[in-house]
């Protein structure tokens, strides 16, 4: 089970940071991700980072301003995100993939989600 926290109301060029949390004792053997849904539009893969930690994958949209990490001694992933942009306004979610990395179009196990607002 994944539980995201950490969505919030920031003006525009703020950070905020949203974590996931995974109950179980599996969590190292999972790729990890981020994706997002505004309204209106179709969801989105924001980052992933793989089981080995090695190798950390971003939207270009993101690239340069969003960080994603994973703890696996707290099975928690975040995502520091910085330099946030009206557009970056959606619902966020947390998923999970047995695989070396994240299928980003639709990895198998979600978390649900957590509000991101950013206000011009």
């Known amino acids: 089970q994944l539980q995201a926290s950490g969505g919030g109301l920031v003006r525009a060029g703020g950070s905020l940071r949203a974590s996931c949390a995974a109950s179980g004792n599996s969590f190292i053997r999972y790729a990890l991700g981020w994706f997002r849904q505004a309204p209106g539009k179709e969801r989105e893969f924001v980052a992933s980072i793989s089981r080995s930690v090695v190798t950390t994958y971003y939207a270009d949209s993101v690239k340069g301003r969003f960080t994603i990490s994973r703890d696996n001694a707290k099975n928690t992933v975040y995502l520091q995100m910085n330099s946030l942009k009206p557009e970056d306004t959606a619902v966020y979610y947390c998923?999970?993939?047995?695989?070396?990395?994240?299928?980003?179009?639709?990895?198998?196990?979600w978390g649900q989600g957590t509000q991101v607002t950013v206000s011009s």
């Open positions: 998923a999970a993939d047995p695989r070396l990395v994240l299928d980003t179009t639709s990895p198998p196990y």
